[in-house]
């Protein structure tokens, strides 16, 4: 691995551990804001779920703005934003104020997936393992990020750890700034012409070419595999945003100091989810995942069902069940993301994603408000047993995505290609 190699995985490494780390370390604030502005779950809900979905939907624009800007600026901007935005989140002040921050973050945080992935892919020469390393920093910043920011809040008031996060995001973007790195040396200058600007400058034939890739993709057995990410989304977002507050109440043995218990168990749910993915990407080599992510999602479905009678066990139980949900909550995402690869070709794969990450985390974020609504309505009862049925839905689709490939036996068909 040569220093350009090296470069780039620090530069994408850290911005992958703090996208994740500031997206997973919100539903730990939303146990103080619950408590401290007075608000309800509903309206919460939906005002986190606007920021959520800045972060899916930018997904598509940003990718446009990669190609044209180059990655590396683009990481150095999307930090900036993001650590300027905590920063924001803790200084303006009431309900308002915390939702343009949460709208700045989501807007800036969508910039990263695109920019790092396209800036491996051509940069980095033993790209396998760059995307190992990432895929690990992503996985720190899960499970580290929220335990962070509870540690942070047994000592400082939550506008104070706010500020606190923001400040890393901000010193990542002047390093990003400043680093040099070529982002072309694994595929070469003759097949990146000019460099980023000249790949996308001003062409309506490229608006064209994007609609015509769009229709035919959508026109294919991917159309499927979207609403099913998109139901995978819904479920992700629609069970993480309010757990911590929803675990407190549930943990019964007594702690030496005086916490939001559920925030530590949310973590320790984050850190299995890492087993999870490695299980979820080792059953993903094996080709024909449909099968395996309908059986994943109707193991969500069940965890879903089970939850809160296992969890009012006692906090054994509660850890148990909790440990089974992050570890098939993260087992699916690896198994998606293979499913949209066998649904897609070659030529269209960058903007399958694109369109992947607009509906897990894009559509996928109208999971915070519909939690905060169901909790408000009815209690975390209804909350679970609507979660349940999302991941039937998703584990159904998924069966029938299965069948209908075997049921198509020209080569063309096979690759879910064919309307």
């Known amino acids: 691995m040569n220093a350009n190699d090296r ?5 994408v490494t850290t911005g992958h551990g703090l996208v994740h780390t500031y997206e ?34 930018g997904a598509l624009p940003s990718g446009i703005l990669v190609d044209r800007f180059g990655s590396r600026r683009l990481i150095a901007c999307g930090l900036a934003g993001m650590g300027a935005a905590f920063v924001l989140l803790g200084l303006l002040p009431g309900l308002w104020g915390l939702g343009a921050a949460l709208l700045a973050w989501g807007a ?37 990020g929220p335990l962070l920011t509870a540690l942070l809040l047994l000592v400082f008031d939550w506008a104070t750890v706010a500020v606190l996060l923001g400040l890393p995001g901000l010193i990542a973007a002047a390093g990003a700034w400043r680093a040099s790195v070529d982002e072309t ?22 608006l064209t070419a994007l609609w015509r ?19 995978s989304g819904l479920y992700y977002r629609g069970v993480l945003t309010f757990l911590p507050d929803l675990l407190t109440p549930l943990v019964t043995v007594d702690l030496p100091i005086d916490v939001s218990a559920g ?13 999870g993915q490695y299980v979820g990407g ?31 066990g006692g906090t054994g139980a509660l850890l148990v069940v909790s440990a089974g949900l ?63 049925g999302v991941a039937l839905l998703g584990a159904g689709l998924s069966a029938w995505l299965a069948v209908r490939r075997a049921q198509l036996t020209d080569p063309e068909a096979a690759t879910g290609l064919s309307p």
């Open 24 to 57: 997973l370390s919100i539903p730990i604030f939303m146990t103080v804001w619950l408590a401290e502005l007075g608000v309800a779950e509903a309206t919460l809900g939906a005002v986190v779920g606007g920021g959520y979905f800045l972060f899916g939907a």
């Open 326 to 388: 992050g570890f098939v909550l993260f087992l699916v995402q690896p198994l998606y993301q293979a499913t949209v690869a066998e649904y897609t070709p070659p030529d269209t794969r960058g903007l399958s994603y694109g369109y992947t990450y607009l509906a897990v985390f894009g559509i996928g974020a109208a999971g915070a408000a519909l939690s905060g609504g169901l909790l408000q309505l009815a209690g975390p009862p209804l909350l679970f047993g609507a979660l349940a």
């Open 263 to 275: 925030r530590y168990v949310y973590a320790g749910l984050l850190a299995v989810g890492i087993a």
């Open 185 to 206: 040396a694994a595929v070469g200058r003759h097949d990146a012409t000019d460099g980023p600007s000249s790949t996308a400058s001003a062409n309506p034939g490229r």
């Open 108 to 144: 800036a945080a969508s910039v990263y997936h695109p920019a790092g992935l396209a800036l491996i892919s051509t940069g980095v020469r033993q790209r396998g393992r760059a995307l190992a390393y990432h895929g690990i920093a992503g996985n720190v910043g899960i499970a580290g």
């Open 213 to 231: 890739q769009t229709r035919h993709l959508f026109a294919s057995g991917f159309a499927g595999v979207f609403v099913l990410v998109a139901l």
């Open 7 to 11: 470069s780039i995985i620090a530069l």
């Open 282 to 312: 080792r059953l993903s080599d094996r080709g024909g995942t449909e099968w395996v992510l309908a059986g994943a999602l109707g193991l969500l479905s069940l965890v879903a069902v089970v939850f809160l009678p296992v969890a009012g």
